[in-house]
């Protein structure tokens, strides 16, 4: 079991511009959460994707977006990149959306704008 | 909203004890607990729901007050591998899978 996985590992772009980041969940999970995280910061909730749809949503403009397919992976899209935006972008899978279940972290993605 | 967690950060030596504690300031449904360790990505520890407990790991427990909306994770005699960041998430009743994670407590043990 390959576990999550996220690609690419690391990123760099340019204030303006536009990137977009990859997903796979654990075999078996259905359901992704994706997470910002900065530096010495817990990670904070962007959207949640189940059954092809955004399901939750946390407190980020509408410069984010998301998509999911249907063998679950998922792609998180940033546009109008700004440097705030520099940070690890985590992926998390899960079964189902009762909140029962643990999530599996991927090892993320770590970007940088300049 | 975002939980509460208490130590920011604590120092221990190895066979120590150490208590981090989360509250939060709405009902919750669920807490969730997980470690990082620098450049890593969050591992699970345990998850405890409303009226009862799970342990995930031997000398790693944790309590679910939901009463006072708290939650304690529990490290004996600490060794050199517990070091890292903790961090719980919860999730409460309109949004149940949509979990919230705290700032952070990072442990450091020395030998």
């Known amino acids: 079991d390959a576990g999550v996985t996220q690609s690419p590992t690391h990123l760099i772009k340019t204030r303006g511009q536009q990137v977009t980041l990859r997903c796979s969940p654990k075999s078996g999970h259905d359901t992704v959460s994706w997470y910002q995280q900065a530096l010495g910061q817990g990670p904070q909730f962007i959207f949640q994707?189940?059954?092809?749809?955004?399901?939750q949503r946390g407190n980020f403009p509408d410069r984010f977006s998301g998509h999911q397919f249907p063998n679950y992976s998922s792609e998180l899209n940033v546009n109008a990149l700004l440097l705030g935006d520099s940070a690890l972008y985590l992926c998390?899978?899960?079964?189902?959306?009762?909140?029962?279940?643990?999530?599996?972290f991927g090892p993320g993605t770590r970007l940088t704008v300049l | 909203q975002q939980p509460v967690q208490s130590p920011q950060a604590v120092i221990l030596r190895e066979g120590e004890d150490a208590v981090i504690n989360c509250s939060s300031s709405?009902?919750?449904?669920?807490v969730h607990w997980y470690r990082q360790k620098h450049g890593e990505a969050p591992v699970f520890l345990m998850i405890l729901l409303k009226g009862g407990e799970q342990k995930g790991h031997e000398k790693i427990s944790a309590s679910f007050n939901e009463k006072k909306q708290q939650s304690s994770l529990y490290l004996t005699a600490s060794q050199l591998s517990y070091s890292g960041t903790y961090f719980c998430g919860t999730g409460d009743y309109s949004s149940a899978s949509k979990i919230i994670f705290g700032s952070g407590t990072r442990l450091s043990i020395r030998p």
């Open positions: 994707y189940y059954e092809e749809e955004e399901r």
């Open positions: 998390a899978s899960s079964g189902g959306l009762n909140g029962h279940n643990e999530q599996f």
């Open positions: 709405k009902a919750l449904y669920s």
